[in-house]
């Protein structure tokens, strides 16, 4: 077997004995509410803001092909050399 499909078993392992554990009224995780709030909150603005700074930045060869265009026609707001 591969890594992955090591990786994969494991987490429906764990994933199976925790709905288990649910089943039976047992609270394998301490988790309340506020903290899943919390949680998605600040992944989503983690993502997001990744997202953000990926796409405003010329970070690609594409982009930088991009930014040379608009340097070139002026459109970037930077006085040009």
């Keep these: 077997m591969d890594r992955g499909t090591i990786i994969r078993t494991i987490v ?4 199976l004995i925790n709905q288990f554990l649910v089943i039976f009224g047992k609270s394998p995780l301490p988790i309340d509410s506020a ?3 919390q949680l998605v909150s600040t992944l989503f603005t983690l993502i997001m803001s990744l997202h953000a700074w ?3 930045n010329y970070l690609t060869s594409k982009g930088r092909k991009q930014r040379e265009i608009l340097e ?3 459109l970037t ?3 040009r050399k």
């Design 12 to 15: 429906l392992m764990i994933a």
């Design 35 to 37: 903290l899943v709030e």
């Design 54 to 56: 990926f796409k405003n």
């Design 72 to 74: 070139k026609h002026g």
């Design 77 to 79: 707001g930077r006085k």
